[in-house]
């Protein structure tokens, strides 16, 4: 059973149901509020609500530290040091290639 309620500028939709988690999600009107709230419990119902809390709680830290990854600069993602070799010969070419330095 889903319930809105407004929280202070926001109303908050909260859905309890047996057998599932407690959800709660705040929106800036009633009218997504309500149209979120008939399609979750849908959903709840089909089998097919997908609990992202957990998911929405990690932060990308965690994430690159559980899957033994590196971020060097520029926001490139290595899995490896074997990686960063090829990274680095990448780099010798690309600089031969010609493109601006401030791609590499």
């Known amino acids: ?3 809105i309620r407004k929280r202070r500028k926001k109303w908050q939709v909260v859905i309890r149901k047996k057998g599932h988690p407690y959800i709660a999600k705040s929106f800036t009107s ?4 309500t149209s979120w709230a008939q399609e ?3 959903n709840i119902a089909k089998g097919l609500f ?5 998911a929405n709680q990690t932060t990308l830290r965690e994430t690159l ?3 033994d990854l590196r971020v060097l600069k520029y926001g490139i993602i290595l899995k490896s040091q074997a990686c960063l070799l ?3 010969t990448s780099k010798k070419k690309a600089a ?3 493109l601006p330095k401030s791609f590499f």
């Open 1 to 3: 059973m889903a319930y």
């Open 96 to 98: 031969q290639s010609g």
């Open 86 to 88: 090829i990274s680095k």
């Open 50 to 54: 997908a609990d992202m809390s957990e």
């Open 30 to 33: 009633y009218s997504l509020a």
């Open 40 to 42: 979750s419990e849908a």
């Open 65 to 67: 530290r559980a899957n």
